[in-house]
């Protein structure tokens, strides 16, 4: 027991708050990835006043990976956000995988045929959906490694140089945005080249940027929540 204290491990015989903030934000980061690339295809227009641009379904989604990552890497450190992010990345692959194998599986085994109630139309539209996923996940997959490890590497160098300031709130927003700003452009570009136009792209790259950027200052609250659980802290504790 001593030795587990010491090295801050989990014991396994016992649930505690911290494992479960742990637990919680690694489901949550997972289901949130997976969901944001499936979702990102459908493209919403966002009216904020006089200004209208356009947002993927998946990006709401997407936002919440910030939010775990930065719980973990405040109150677990560096190694365990970049472990969470690299699992995620091994996700989209498989995600990847499963989905070309649900839409092209029949096409290459002979012993695996579609029923008889999967008619060609169904399968049409099958294909039609989830194969304009396939670029999306790729897409998502290049955005995802360059923007989470940024976000977790400028998190961490942040944290360290403000050391007993006060300033959780100060690297949690300015790693999520600067991250968030690599993510969208990589992302909406890859995605809808070709597809879209260069000055829709121009719009969802806005409108991906400016609805990050007010997720990332609203879940501020929650990051400091999650940490308060997680250390054992009064909940509306707002140091560190």
């Given at each position: 027991?001593?030795?587990?204290?010491?090295?801050?491990?989990?014991?396994?015989?016992?649930?505690t708050?911290?494992?479960?903030?742990?637990?919680f934000?690694?489901?949550?980061?997972?289901?949130?990835?997976?969901?944001?690339?499936?979702t990102?295809?459908?493209?919403?227009?966002?009216?904020?006043?006089?200004?209208?641009?356009?947002?993927?379904?998946?990006?709401?989604?997407?936002?919440?990976?910030?939010?775990?990552?930065?719980?973990i890497?405040?109150?677990?450190?560096?190694?365990?956000?970049?472990?969470?992010?690299?699992?995620?990345?091994?996700?989209?692959?498989?995600?990847?995988?499963?989905?070309?194998?649900?839409?092209?599986?029949?096409?290459?085994?002979?012993?695996?045929?579609?029923?008889?109630?999967?008619?060609?139309?169904?399968?049409?539209?099958?294909?039609?959906?989830?194969?304009?996923?396939?670029?999306?996940?790729?897409?998502?997959?290049?955005?995802?490694?360059?923007?989470?490890?940024a976000?977790?590497?400028?998190?961490?160098?942040?944290?360290?140089?403000?050391?007993?300031?006060?300033?959780?709130?100060?690297?949690?927003?300015?790693?999520?945005?600067?991250?968030?700003?690599?993510?969208?452009?990589?992302?909406?570009?890859?995605?809808?080249?070709?597809?879209?136009?260069?000055?829709?792209?121009?719009?969802?790259?806005?409108?991906?940027?400016?609805?990050?950027?007010?997720?990332?200052?609203?879940?501020?609250?929650?990051?400091?929540?999650?940490?308060?659980?997680?250390?054992?802290?009064?909940?509306?504790?707002?140091?560190?």
């Amino acid at each position: 027991m001593a030795d587990t204290v010491a090295t801050g491990a989990m014991n396994p015989e016992r649930v505690t708050r911290k494992a479960v903030v742990l637990f919680f934000c690694t489901g949550l980061f997972m289901v949130s990835l997976v969901l944001a690339a499936l979702t990102a295809i459908k493209v919403h227009e966002v009216h904020l006043g006089p200004v209208s641009v356009l947002v993927p379904a998946g990006t709401l989604a997407f936002c919440l990976t910030y939010l775990a990552t930065d719980v973990i890497s405040e109150v677990w450190g560096r190694g365990y956000a970049l472990c969470v992010v690299l699992c995620g990345l091994a996700m989209r692959v498989v995600l990847a995988l499963l989905l070309v194998y649900a839409m092209h599986v029949e096409d290459v085994v002979p012993f695996i045929s579609a029923a008889d109630s999967w008619t060609p139309e169904r399968q049409a539209e099958f294909v039609s959906v989830f194969s304009s996923g396939n670029r999306t996940n790729f897409a998502g997959m290049a955005a995802f490694g360059v923007s989470a490890l940024a976000d977790v590497l400028i998190f961490h160098h942040m944290r360290m140089r403000d050391e007993g300031k006060n300033r959780l709130w100060l690297r949690n927003n300015a790693s999520t945005m600067i991250s968030q700003i690599l993510n969208s452009t990589i992302f909406i570009t890859v995605a809808f080249a070709g597809i879209q136009t260069w000055a829709a792209i121009g719009s969802l790259i806005l409108g991906q940027v400016l609805v990050k950027v007010l997720v990332a200052a609203f879940d501020t609250p929650l990051v400091y929540l999650l940490r308060n659980v997680a250390q054992g802290r009064r909940l509306l504790d707002m140091r560190g």
